[in-house]
């Protein structure tokens, strides 16, 4: 058992015991730099008062732990309803809000995975590089990096792109760049946004649609100072500020969407246009840590054992 955090000084906030199994990194840093303002954290997996979790790609462990003795709390920033899990409390992207539910799309722990790693700032006040005219002219045209080729959707908007001018796949799907770029631990982000920078659009379709889903795959179009090409949470304005960005969710169909990615790549002052929006409100509630953490103060913790 580790007390995290540990000062000489005696502390006058409360200690909890937190627990993490089935989980991705840094899901574990995050929660315990989340909670720590408001409580003394000791991490024991063994035997927590609180038991964080993530979905079962990540193993099913938690089944293990008795929700009577431990307070279960589901993470997940993928497309899975909290109700299938066996917990208390959930932590997900989905619009529900309230003493069980916490909306917490995956986009927000990017953001304090690239401030606190890597030493980026707060997208709550980014603002895309604006190419010259020169720069724009010697860029390349879209971006595609994927992996996971089960989202038809997705795999149809890069064929029919691809009609028009070359989209480089930079991931191993697809791939036409003469290898997968590194997609693996931190420094990727780097590696990632260097490649979606020489490009002026990139394909930022998720694994599926749903309302709420919204991941890091948009915002990695948006810290590259690219365009977003968006499919995914219907209600994606909830999150991003929809001119900042191309949404299919605009469109009636795919092949209207991409006349319109035809007109701006032939329209300098439109591209230029929207790539000067901001691309979030800086009061995105989500994206505010305290708030995060108040709601676990108030709906979670059960107080001194």
């Not at 840094?26 to 979905?55: A, Q």
């Not at 080729?149 to 009609?163: I, M, T």
């Not at 795919?254 to 591209?271: P, R, S, V």
Request: aromatic share 16%; charged share 30%.
């Amino acid at each position: 058992m580790m007390k995290v955090g540990a000062k000489k000084e005696m502390s006058d906030k409360p200690t909890i015991r937190v627990g993490f199994v089935d989980y991705f990194n840094p899901v574990d840093e995050f929660f315990i730099d989340v909670l720590s303002p408001s409580f003394d954290v000791v991490r024991d997996d063994r035997n927590p008062e609180y038991l964080f979790f993530c979905d079962e790609n990540f193993g099913q462990a938690n089944l293990q732990y008795d929700p009577r003795n431990v307070v279960k709390i589901f993470y997940t920033g993928e497309n899975r309803r909290p109700w299938n899990y066996q917990c208390h409390h959930a932590i997900t992207f989905d619009h529900m809000e309230g003493p069980q539910f916490y909306r917490f799309p995956l986009y927000a722990l990017e953001n304090w995975v690239n401030q606190k790693k890597l030493g980026w700032q707060d997208y709550r006040t980014f603002s895309r590089i604006i190419p010259s005219r020169k720069e724009l002219k010697e860029k390349g045209f879209c971006s595609f990096v994927v992996r996971n080729g089960g989202c038809q959707e997705r795999n149809d908007v890069f064929h029919k792109l691809s009609e028009y001018k070359r989209v480089d796949s930079g991931g191993p799907l697809y791939n036409n760049v003469g290898g997968p770029i590194d997609q693996d631990g931190f420094g990727s982000h780097i590696t990632k946004t260097d490649f979606l920078h020489k490009r002026k659009f990139h394909i930022a379709y998720e694994n599926s649609s749903y309302p709420g889903y919204v991941t890091e795959k948009i915002l990695h179009g948006f810290l590259a100072s690219t365009i977003p090409i968006y499919w995914g949470s219907p209600c994606v304005e909830m999150d991003f500020n929809r001119k900042a960005f191309v949404s299919r969710h605009d469109f009636r169909t795919t092949d209207d969407m991409i006349d319109y990615i035809k007109y701006l790549d032939n329209n300098d002052d439109a591209y230029i246009k929207i790539l000067e929006e901001p691309i979030m409100d800086p009061k995105n509630r989500f994206v505010e840590l305290s708030n995060l953490r108040n709601w676990f103060v108030d709906n979670v913790y059960r107080g001194n054992k």
